[in-house]
């Protein structure tokens, strides 16, 4: 379980969440809506260690991570899909698994596993990052962060501006973790998107979650769209 208490957070004292709570139980998925600038990133950044929890506390499972220097969080299991996905574009693909690898000591089944859930990401193992489409480096960001064998997973929009073959593929990588008992927080600005994977929405309005609402029976027209997320 992902347990966000209760959290405010702020980047060089300019505070930014205001006590923020959300919990993620194994093969949940949650998501974060809410309009730009609304703290979606931060709250990633803030599980993360890489903006500073003033108050509360984020627990994985049960130990406290708030507190600890950030590279040592992904150690706890928790994987990280930065926006934008932030790849090292100069190694190759295999030497971006690789880091992920050795983040958790994690193996040769581990790298099998995850190449398996992207054949594609197998064909390209020795190409530079950098070179790849969108979409693929958007694989490999996330094959990445599964190399950790993660319990929690942290994704930010995923699927922004990719093209729909792409996004079905990270919905359907979404629902298989979920079905081996990942607890994922997914940033996700599409309704539809949000609709076919969450549990649960939690909708961010600056730095405040203003409602959490169970994603079951909820109309992708419903008026909280457009009062949060305003499409
Ligand atoms: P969202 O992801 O919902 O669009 P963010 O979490 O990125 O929103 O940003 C929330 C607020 O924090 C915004 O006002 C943004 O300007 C500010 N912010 C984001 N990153 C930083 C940073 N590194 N330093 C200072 N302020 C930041
Ligand atoms: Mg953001």
């Not at 379980?1 to 949940?28: F, H, K, T």
């Not at 690789?98 to 594609?120: D, Y």
């Not at 995923?158 to 940033?187: D, F, H």
Request: charged share 20%.
């Amino acid at each position: 379980m992902l347990e966000v208490a209760a959290i405010d957070a702020d980047y060089g004292g300019v505070p930014i969440l205001r006590g923020v709570s959300l919990a993620v139980a194994p093969g949940e998925v949650v998501c974060v809506m809410g309009r730009n600038g609304a703290g979606k990133s931060t709250l990633l950044k803030a599980i993360l260690g890489l903006a500073r929890v003033t108050a509360g506390k984020v627990t994985l499972g049960g130990t406290e991570l708030t507190g600890l220097p950030p590279h040592r969080v992904p150690g706890h299991g928790i994987g990280y899909v930065p926006q934008g996905r932030r790849l090292f574009a100069e190694l190759t693909v295999a030497e971006n698994l690789e880091i992920g690898l050795m983040t958790r000591r994690k193996g040769a089944a581990t790298r099998e596993k995850v190449l398996g859930l992207f054949p594609r990401l197998r064909e390209r193992l020795g190409q530079v990052s950098g070179t790849l489409s969108g979409g693929e480096q958007q694989m490999l960001a996330i094959a990445r962060a599964l190399c950790l064998e993660p319990s929690a997973l942290l994704l930010d929009e995923p699927t922004e501006g990719l093209q729909p073959s792409m996004i079905a593929l990270i919905r359907e990588t979404v629902l298989r973790l979920k079905a081996e008992g990942v607890a994922v927080v997914l940033v996700e600005q599409r309704i539809e998107a949000v609709l076919s994977v969450a549990d649960r929405v939690v909708f961010l309005v600056n730095g405040e979650v203003a409602e959490t609402l169970a994603a079951e029976g909820l109309d992708p027209r419903a008026e909280v769209f457009q009062r949060y997320v305003g499409v």
